[in-house]
């Protein structure tokens, strides 16, 4: 189902997870459907890999009573009143109450209530979805395994209140239908997975070009592949293709240029122009 905006209405907690992260990763990911597997992602899979097995069942709403024992893995709840959806890697009972737990690599931050905001608000969602289907759930966790630590969350109004908004905020920029800006000399950017497509430095760079205080320092791209080579396609509406001489071709209307350098159909590009400045 779409709504007006043309975007799906069923919004899910992994996309509200990226808004907080960076919104134009959101908008890359969510709008523009983009998706580039990285180290990051692919050990994520591997974390994932025991909990997306589905495993035991859920029972009915109605039927939770205390005492009862639940473990279901891999299950997915969603709300057509609230326009979204989660994968839950498990839920579990506590003390009579429903707990989501949420699988993630790494590890918490060392300050604050442990939690990483963009954990907080998917962990959160999991949580609003149990309570809107009717179970008892006032807390959750996440899980990071590189620390082996089971960080809670407890619901909370402001937690509901910061869920809400933020739901409003990421339907608003999806529907803008206009990339947000990229992150200025984030460390979050040489590990995001779309950082070959997103090019936050080279758009800061050409758009921003040097402001006092801010950086303009363009950091190198590392190519995901050992035979892989960044490639830096600077003028507008210019496409790339190989051609039977076993070279690669940029196009602008009209000239062809050609690339000295020997390129093979094998050799992946890490790295193309961004499709929208910001
Ligand atoms: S590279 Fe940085 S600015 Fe670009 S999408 Fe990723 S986190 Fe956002």
């Given at each position: 189902m779409e709504a007006s905006d043309g975007q799906p209405e069923t919004l899910?907690?992994?996309m509200l997870n990226e808004f907080v992260y960076c919104p134009r990763l959101f908008y890359l990911e969510w709008v523009q459907g983009e998706f580039v597997e990285s180290v990051d992602t692919l050990d994520g899979h591997r974390t994932h890999r025991r909990v997306d097995e589905e495993r035991g069942s859920l029972p009915k709403a109605e039927e939770w009573a205390e005492g009862l024992k639940v473990r279901?893995?891999?299950?997915?709840?969603?709300?057509?009143?609230?326009g979204?959806?989660?994968?839950?890697?498990?839920?579990?009972?506590?003390e009579g109450k429903a707990c989501p737990v949420d699988y993630k690599r790494g590890h918490g931050p060392k300050d604050g209530d442990g939690l990483w905001d963009a954990d907080r608000i998917q962990l959160g969602v999991?949580?609003?979805?149990?309570?809107?289907?009717?179970?008892?759930?006032?807390?959750?966790?996440?899980?990071?395994?590189?620390?082996?630590?089971?960080?809670?969350?407890?619901?909370?109004e402001a937690l509901e209140r910061l869920i809400t908004?933020?739901?409003?905020?990421?339907?608003?920029?999806?529907?803008?239908?206009?990339?947000?800006?990229?992150?200025?000399?984030?460390?979050?950017?040489?590990?995001?997975?779309?950082?070959?497509?997103?090019?936050?430095?080279?758009?800061?760079?050409?758009?921003?070009?040097?402001?006092?205080?801010?950086?303009?320092?363009?950091?190198?791209?590392?190519?995901?592949?050992?035979?892989?080579?960044?490639?830096?396609?600077?003028?507008?509406?210019?496409?790339t293709s190989s051609c039977r001489s076993s070279r690669l071709r940029t196009?602008?209307?009209?000239?062809?240029?050609?690339?000295?350098?020997?390129?093979?159909?094998?050799?992946?590009?890490?790295?193309?122009?961004?499709?929208?400045?910001?």
């Open positions: 899910p907690a992994r279901a893995r891999a299950l997915s709840l969603s709300s057509d009143r609230l979204l959806v989660a994968k839950l890697d498990l839920l579990e009972d506590e999991q949580m609003l979805l149990a309570r809107e289907n009717g179970y008892p759930c006032e807390r959750g966790y996440v899980y990071y395994a590189e620390t082996r630590q089971r960080v809670p969350l407890l619901w909370t908004e933020t739901v409003v905020r990421a339907r608003e920029v999806a529907a803008e239908g206009r990339i947000p800006a990229p992150l200025v000399d984030s460390p979050k950017c040489p590990r995001c997975s779309l950082v070959g497509i997103c090019l936050p430095d080279e758009v800061g760079f050409l758009s921003r070009g040097p402001k006092e205080g801010v950086s303009v320092e363009v950091r190198p791209l590392l190519a995901a592949k050992d035979d892989a080579l960044p490639l830096y396609v600077h003028r507008s509406a210019t496409t196009m602008r209307c009209p000239s062809t240029y050609r690339l000295k350098a020997p390129w093979s159909p094998s050799k992946a590009i890490c790295s193309r122009s961004a499709r929208e400045g910001p």
